[in-house]
């Protein structure tokens, strides 16, 4: 019998398939293990991802079927070595950030490149072995003969159809029966554990790879993240909703404090909390004891791309959407008028953004302009050269003339030297060390040395900042208000503080005595706190709340739970309307005509 099958000349067409499929296998079963750091076949089985799995394998069979056997191995091959590249950017992103690769992260791969130099110390035996049997089964694929099996007649052509259509429907089917019991109520203790949420609101990729297996992952995530298209009636609808229910007056003890001064907004590159002390960063500590300082700051990511997604956050007052691009590129045409650079605008200031890379980076160039920034000044126009263009300390040396005006001015400085990776060959790391050795003399990490080194380079910009505004008698008429993008993930990190993501937040006032706030704050809460202490007046009902007066403290995260200082839960409605009034108001550019409903 086994001689007679090996006659036949389908056998080794047979072959390349079984090996096709056992490789497709393979890749979704290293998946899963890099996310659960275990694989249990029995509990594989069991899963939803194997009836996903099983479709799109077949699917991708039918279509391979109908090629000719050369286009057939080629195809096959370029689709297995893509997945190859995207598992090991799986295995890579997950050591690095705990999630797993989104095709909305190929607009940010240009900042990707960044973090190459840290790779090398996530290799170990486990991914060395993984990549050789990966290309040792693409190249077994290759070289396996296939014969034409399919010719264009129409028996075999309806059989294929009519396969194609019970695949779809037996998806169909089954996504209806066991992924569509969404709890409405989203105050139950279950809801957490309930597949059905991550999957229609596709919100947490490294648990969504775990649900429906990689195939059906990467394929829905790219129509989400290029293809499915916005309900702006009915989004407008929810906002029109929203803010007929919540919107009010706020004014406090603090409304108005800061009337008229200046503003200097800084976001900081990877200013960890523990990166700040008397020692390291001894100009931030003092500002901390002058004006208010944050204690329970956290800085969540909610798309790709940490640094975008608080610079954001921060700038409008809104949650991105959780499951399409950064807004930098999915949003950048839209309407901003709440925005902080337009609300100083129409208040008669001077307002502009600087930043040591080019405007290319996160599309900065274009989405400062939406935002209502004059210009976005690079290292360019500010005039640094580009051996010191990695030191924060140069923004001020040399282009303090553009941060401050004659006029009311309201500047956006973003800082860099504090970027990973941390090593002794970088400048941001030289030019601080023996300080830091001082410092640290029983220090010997290169990790640790040169992030406490990079921290003291921002330190360094913030004591030029004040000697000049002080020299140009600007400092008492001047407020700073410094925050951080994302923690300092390459060097301490765990799952906890992966999870909360607890950063920096302080508002300096030269003349201000030390206010040590205790209340939970995030990125969404910058904005309408500052909006109010300049006394800003504006019908704008913001997702986040004043920090200085509010009797609510939480921080949403993307996976639809929240921290209350306590623990992490499950979000209640009233959590999740907020992501999503913010969600609505984006993908129906509902400011375009620059009014807001009250």
């Known amino acids: ?32 293990y890099l996310l659960t750091r275990s694989f249990d076949i029995s509990n594989y089985l069991i899963n939803n991802l194997v009836v996903f799995n099983i479709v799109w394998i077949l699917l991708f069979f039918i279509f391979l079927y109908v090629l000719k056997p050369k286009a057939r191995k080629v195809i096959a091959c370029i689709f297995n070595i893509l997945l190859l590249l995207i598992s090991l950017a799986n295995y890579f992103m997950y050591s690095y950030f705990y999630s797993v690769f989104s095709w909305k992260d190929l607009v940010l791969s240009g900042e990707g490149f960044s973090f190459i130099d840290s790779v090398f110390k996530f290799i170990n035996l486990k991914i060395i072995l993984f990549t050789l049997t990966s290309i040792d089964m693409i190249l077994l694929v290759y070289k396996t003969r296939t014969k034409r099996t399919y010719k264009f007649k129409s028996i075999q052509s309806l059989i294929l159809v009519i396969m194609i259509i019970v695949l779809f429907g037996v998806r169909r089917i089954y996504i209806n029966n066991n992924l569509n019991s969404v709890n409405d109520g989203w105050n139950s203790n279950n809801v957490i554990s309930n597949d059905s949420n991550y999957y229609q609101n ?37 906002v029109n909703n929203y803010i007929d229910e919540n919107y009010k007056e706020d004014n406090n003890e603090y409304t108005g404090i800061f009337k008229d001064k200046n503003l200097i907004f800084v976001m900081m590159e990877s200013m960890d909390d523990w990166l700040v002390n008397e020692d390291v960063t ?37 949650y991105p959407v959780i499951n399409k691009l950064s807004p930098n590129y999915a949003y950048v045409n839209n309407s901003y008028p709440y925005s902080i650079a337009n609300l100083f605008k129409n208040e008669g200031y001077t307002v502009n953004s600087f930043h040591r890379s080019g405007g290319g980076i996160y599309n900065r160039e ?26 924060d300390s140069y923004i001020i040396k040399d282009g303090y003339d553009k941060i401050i005006s004659d006029n009311k001015f309201m500047s956006f400085i973003i800082t860099y030297s504090p970027h990973s990776p941390y090593t002794y060959n970088k400048i941001e790391c030289q030019t601080n060390l023996s300080d830091i050795k001082t410092i640290y003399p029983e220090l010997d990490n290169e990790e640790l040395l ?25 400092l008492d008429d001047t407020i700073i208000v410094a925050f951080t993008d994302h923690p300092n993930k390459l060097v301490i990190r765990d799952d906890e503080t992966e999870k909360l993501n607890k950063t920096i937040f302080y508002i300096y006032d030269h003349d201000m005595n030390s206010n040590q706030i205790d209340t939970i704050t995030s990125s969404i809460n910058i904005l309408p706190t500052v909006i109010n202490l300049f006394g800003i007046k504006n019908n704008y009902l913001y997702s986040g709340y004043d920090a200085l007066d509010t009797n609510e403290e939480y921080v949403i995260f993307k996976d639809y739970t929240y921290f209350d200082g306590k623990e992490v839960k499950t979000v209640t409605k009233e959590y999740k309307d907020k992501l999503e009034y913010s969600s609505d108001i984006l993908s129906s550019d509902y400011y375009k005509d620059n009014t807001v409903k009250k």
């Open 1 to 32: 019998m086994i001689i007679k099958i090996k006659n036949t000349r389908y056998f080794k067409t047979v072959m390349f398939f079984v090996y096709e499929g056992i490789y497709l296998l393979f890749i979704d079963a290293f998946n899963q």
């Open 202 to 238: 596709w919100n947490s990729p490294t648990r969504l790879v775990k649900i429906c297996g990689i195939y059906e992952y990467l394929i829905k995530d790219f129509y989400n993240s290029f293809i499915k298209k916005d309900n702006s009636i009915e989004a407008r609808l929810f």
């Open 282 to 318: 001894p100009t931030m500590y003092m500002m901390m004891q002058h004006g208010f300082n944050f204690n329970n700051h956290y800085s969540p990511g909610y798309v790709t791309g940490d640094t975008a997604n608080t610079e954001f956050i921060a700038n409008t007052g809104m």
């Open 450 to 474: 040169c992030a406490y080194s990079s921290a003291r380079e921002t330190d360094n910009m913030f004591k030029l900042l004040l000697e000049k505004l002080k020299n140009d008698n600007l």
């Open 366 to 391: 274009n989405m400062h302009i939406s935002l209502g920034y004059e210009k976005y000044h690079n290292y360019v126009d500010m005039g640094i050269s580009d051996d010191n263009l990695d030191l």
